[in-house]
């Protein structure tokens, strides 16, 4: 059973049989790094992801005769000089050793992590200890790669704003000459959550199966026009005509393309003229403002 990492959480190892895709690199003559004092090697620079990077691996105490001595290899961003000020990479790296019996790879794979001003580098402060990594040297011969994986930024944020004891807004108009309007009535603006709404009323009815027989009213969120398409607004609405005691509520998400909600068949139109004092009629409508969406 291979001897498992002083830190579990820096990184998953597997076993695969592809090389790694972003760079490849051979040890010759391993044994005399010891004997050169080369503890620590910086790789050449290699492309992943639009960015430059290197390795840097540390054998300087793994190297040392005490066999618990671990390889440390560490990833950092190259160019960071040019880089934008307030840079961010997020990035997942993976650490490569060729197994040269079985001719496949050890597969060291990182969390991922933040690259930026603060920190450039990341990596395994233990990868493995020096018994270890002498099962991967053949004819003092070590092969090892990299890979980085960088999480392009692509973010969609949504924010869902629940609102907490809203008032009811209530608004009451008197339409007069209500059996004299033609095609439509349209109230005054007015703002609910910081939101404009209107009403409309068509006294003859607004479609083919309501024409000449309902009521059609609807209440407008005009402001939702100009929502772009993720965004809503969610709202207990009540419709009534005061002196009939006749309503509609229900909840209801206004958005850009349904910024408004109401009835067709509102109420008869027959039924009106019951309900008209001098040819006026009442209309309150309550809006309740639970959540928005922005």
Same mark, same amino acid.
């Given at each position: ?16 049989? &592809? ?28 492309? &992943? ?11 300087? $105490?793994?190297?040392?005769? /005490? ?16 880089? &934008?000020?307030?840079? #961010? ?27 930026? $001003? ?28 990299? #890979? ?18 809203? &008032?009811?807004?209530?608004? /009451? ?8 309007? +033609? $095609? ?14 209107? +009403? ?6 607004? $479609? ?8 059609? +009213? ?32 229900? /909840? ?26 001098? /040819? ?6 309550? +809006? ?7």
């Amino acid at each position: 059973m291979a001897e498992l990492p002083a830190n579990l959480n820096e990184f998953y190892e597997e076993t695969r049989e &592809a090389s790694p895709s972003n760079f490849l690199m051979k040890i010759e003559k391993f044994s005399l790094l010891s004997k050169l004092f080369i503890g620590s090697y910086e790789t050449r620079a290699f492309e &992943a992801g639009g960015y430059t990077w290197k390795l840097v691996i540390n054998f300087e $105490d793994a190297l040392k005769k /005490d066999e618990k001595k671990y390889v440390s290899v560490y990833f950092s961003i190259a160019d960071s000089d040019s880089l &934008a000020l307030g840079w #961010e990479v997020n990035a997942i790296f993976t650490f490569f050793l060729h197994n040269q019996f079985s001719d496949n790879y050890s597969c060291f794979r990182g969390r991922t992590r933040r690259f930026n $001003d603060f920190n450039n580098k990341w990596g395994f402060s233990n990868l493995m200890p020096l018994n270890r990594l002498k099962g991967y040297i053949v004819d003092d011969v070590c092969v090892f790669g990299a #890979e980085v994986f960088v999480l392009k930024t692509q973010l969609v944020v949504e924010c869902l704003s629940l609102v907490q004891n809203s &008032a009811t807004i209530t608004r /009451d108009w008197k339409i007069y000459g209500f059996s004299k309007l +033609v $095609d439509l009535w349209v109230s005054e603006e007015f703002v609910v959550a910081n939101h404009k709404w209107r +009403v409309q009323v068509y006294p003859k009815g607004n $479609d083919s199966g309501a024409k000449g027989r309902f009521v059609s +009213v609807y209440l407008e969120c005009v402001s939702a026009k100009s929502f772009a398409q993720h965004q809503k607004i969610k709202a207990e609405v009540e419709i009534r005509i005061v002196i009939y005691f006749f309503c509609v509520a229900v /909840d209801h998400w206004f958005r850009s393309s349904m910024d408004h909600w109401g009835h067709d068949e509102f109420i008869p139109i027959c039924d009106m003229r019951n309900f008209r004092n001098e /040819d006026c009629v009442s209309l309150r409508v309550e +809006v309740h403002v639970e959540a928005i969406v922005s």
